[in-house]
């Protein structure tokens, strides 16, 4: 039975029909599929322009994820810089944006500074120590577009996925908007995605049992869209858990094990240089909403202190301190994740058996109305919290 089309309908239809790759042909049938008449007699249409869709896309999906298999010779990837201190940030941006001279000014490391190219020539680690704490800072090689398809590159994106927080380096002598497309086109390339809930989708690959999908009041599409594109990607049995608003590109990179989620701030630097204010305002409006903006000038000591506690608080981890009954408390922290609870800081402590042979535990908070209290092993720590443990 012909179904009632519009002209333009038709007209898109050859023009899709007669696309060829498939970046374009997805293209063309997003456009097709904005044309189908809405009455009832074109659904079933519909639902097979966009079974079709979900395939193309499935096979791009998959075409890239071969390439990049390729290019990256299959092996696992590493950081280059092994870890140390509580939390690791790594600075990234274009070349001579300043990292060495920031590096330099807050921590005892001596980097080369220079204003020709490319300086550092490896992923460079220095630690910083803010009061009682060591963060590693590690400056990576300038990023320039292409840095994914250079093997320095790609080994100083892998300390980037890798990282607890990515600083975004923004010189306010440069044009902003050149450096912010090569800084977040390289990381993106590098399937490394900023400041994104990774908890929004939970994939869990199982043996059996089909396809099971929950919580797709949070999708942004159909349940059909989530079927079809398991279809095509040929995948019979999963678990696919939607926890919180998720987009299609959320969903497809939930999908995908080589996507790395890593919080990210950006650091304006030179605050002296000619034109730098201007600079900044024009960065605050284009990416204020997206990133937390912290200028700095290296050279004229400014808002370096504000800038170290700035990384500390993106890192999300709290300092706790523990306290044996009768004396004072450990000079030095333990450091956890934000959100743990009793529990988490007793297992870093007493590493084993401690939740068999736990009695009792108390926090005591300074600025608290009830300044002691006793807790359970579910209690939530709060940064700077004095801990005291006690065990059978
Ligand atoms: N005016 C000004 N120049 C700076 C500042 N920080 C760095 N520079 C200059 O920028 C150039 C590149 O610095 P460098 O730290 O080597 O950049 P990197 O390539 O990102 O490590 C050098 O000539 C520095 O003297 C700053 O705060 N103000
Ligand atoms: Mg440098």
């Given at each position: 039975m012909p179904t009632n089309v519009t002209p333009e309908f038709d007209k898109q239809r050859q023009i899709y029909e007669d696309t060829e790759g498939l970046e374009k042909r997805i293209v063309e049938l997003e456009k097709l599929l904005s044309f189908v008449p809405r009455h009832k007699g074109a659904e079933r249409m519909k639902g097979d322009y966009r079974k079709k869709l979900a395939q193309l896309k499935a096979q791009l999906d998959k075409q890239r994820e071969q390439d990049r298999a390729r290019r990256s010779g299959g092996g696992a990837e590493e950081g280059v810089v092994r870890k140390e201190g509580a939390g690791q940030v790594c600075l990234v941006g274009v070349t001579n944006s300043g990292k060495s001279t920031l590096i330099n000014a807050i921590t005892n490391a001596e980097f080369e500074v220079a204003d020709y190219p490319f300086t550092t020539p490896i992923p460079t680690p220095a630690m910083l120590s803010l009061e009682d704490i060591n963060i590693q800072l590690v400056e990576i090689p300038g990023l320039f577009e292409g840095s994914y398809d250079s093997g320095i590159g790609r080994q100083s994106l892998a300390v980037a996925r890798n990282t607890d927080c990515i600083a975004i380096l923004i010189d306010l002598s440069q044009d902003i908007e050149t450096q912010m497309s090569i800084i977040l086109g390289e990381l993106d390339r590098a399937r490394i995605r900023l400041?994104?809930?990774?908890?929004a989708v939970r994939i869990e690959r199982v043996g059996l049992g089909g396809h099971q999908i929950y919580g797709i009041q949070y999708y942004e599409g159909t349940r059909d869209d989530v079927i079809d594109y398991l279809h095509a990607r040929k995948i019979t049995n999963i678990i696919v858990r939607f926890q919180k608003p998720a987009t299609h590109q959320q969903f497809v990179d939930a999908m995908d094990s080589s996507v790395a989620y890593v919080r990210a701030l950006v650091v304006a630097t030179k605050g002296d240089a000619p034109n730098s204010k201007e600079r900044f305002q024009e960065l605050d409006e284009k990416y204020g909403e997206r990133f937390e903006i912290i200028p700095i000038s290296a050279e004229k000591n400014e808002n370096l202190d504000g800038m170290a506690w700035a990384l500390y608080l993106r890192l999300d981890i709290l300092r706790i301190y523990t306290k044996i009954p009768g004396k004072r408390r450990e000079v030095k922290p333990i450091v956890l994740p934000v959100g743990s609870v009793v529990e988490d800081a007793a297992a870093k402590v007493h590493k084993e058996l401690f939740v068999e042979r736990f009695k009792s535990a108390a926090i005591i908070r300074e600025n608290d109305k009830i300044k002691r209290r006793v807790v359970g092993l579910n209690y939530p720590l709060a940064e700077g919290d004095v801990l005291q443990l006690s065990h059978r």
């Open positions: 400041n994104r809930e990774k908890s």
